[in-house]
């Protein structure tokens, strides 16, 4: 059972970049789907964006097009979120979770979670 590992958050300024590091130790993950998600307080944890197992394909949320993108490298067991223009409103806990499917954005279909890293926006 692979385990995951998120890294890099922290707190920032509006505007700033920031680039989240998500590590699977003890495991492959090149055979599973892999995603961003974030959840707020108070809030539903919800989908940033999601990637397939050899990385071909990628989908990002409305809210985040243009400004996060995803990007995974297999020979390392690793996958990053690349944040830029961050706003308050991104402030939030990330989790990358697994899912042995290629690919999806449903959060029920992801059967690894790591335990997340906390982004904290300032404006």
């Known amino acids: 059972q692979v385990q995951l590992a998120e890294s890099g958050g922290g707190l920032v300024q509006a505007g700033d970049s920031l680039r989240l590091s998500c590590e699977a130790i003890g495991g492959t993950t090149s055979n599973l789907g892999m995603g961003w998600f974030r959840q707020a307080p108070g809030t539903e944890r919800e989908v940033v964006a999601v990637?397939?197992?050899?990385?071909?394909?990628?989908y990002q949320h409305s809210t985040v097009e243009g400004l996060f993108t995803i990007s995974r490298d297999n020979a390392n067991n690793a996958v990053y979120l690349q944040m830029s223009s961050l706003e308050p409103e991104d402030t939030a806990d990330y989790y990358c979770p697994a899912t042995n499917l290629c690919i999806s954005t449903f959060r029920s279909e992801y059967e690894y979670w790591g335990q997340g890293a906390q982004v904290t926006v300032s404006s």
């Open positions: 990637i397939s197992r050899t990385g071909s394909r990628s």
